[in-house]
């Protein structure tokens, strides 16, 4: 699998989302995608209990921990590489998380607009 270039959202460099908790569809702690990445895992997303007690109730649980995929379950403000089209079904329902445009992949795009992406933006 080859890596799309890495650029963000702002047509800069991709930044890291996370590394604690390891994040991004390479597991390399970036926002990267490639054409195998059908869920398109590109939004740089920071955790809010609310998001994520809402990602539960649609059916994708972030919180419990999955060790026997390395995965130790996310928290409020942890950075997680999160599908767009999750990001852009959690604002139309109003309770999409913050997002971090420097670390979230211009890929984004294709799904969210940069509008909406900026609403949520962190600074940083």
């Known amino acids: 699998m080859e890596k ?14 996370s590394t604690a908790p390891m994040t991004g569809f390479f597991r ?10 059908q869920g398109s895992h590109t939004v740089c997303a ?12 649609v059916g994708n649980d972030l919180t419990t921990p999955r060790p026997e995929f390395g995965f130790a ?8 590489c999160l599908c ?5 079904q959690a604002h139309d329902e ?4 913050q997002v971090n445009l420097y670390a979230t992949h211009v890929r984004a795009l294709e ?12 600074s940083l």
């Open 94 to 97: 109003g309770c999409a998380p």
């Open 84 to 88: 767009a089209s999750r990001f852009l």
């Open 46 to 57: 920071v955790m809010t209990a609310e998001f994520l007690a809402y990602s539960k109730y």
């Open 4 to 17: 799309d270039p890495s650029f963000n959202v702002l047509g800069s460099s991709l930044q890291t989302c």
């Open 111 to 122: 799904i969210v607009p940069i509008d909406v992406l900026r609403r949520y933006a962190v």
């Open 28 to 37: 390399n702690g970036a926002c990267d995608t490639c054409a195998a990445d």
């Open 73 to 80: 379950g996310l928290n409020p403000g942890d950075g997680w």
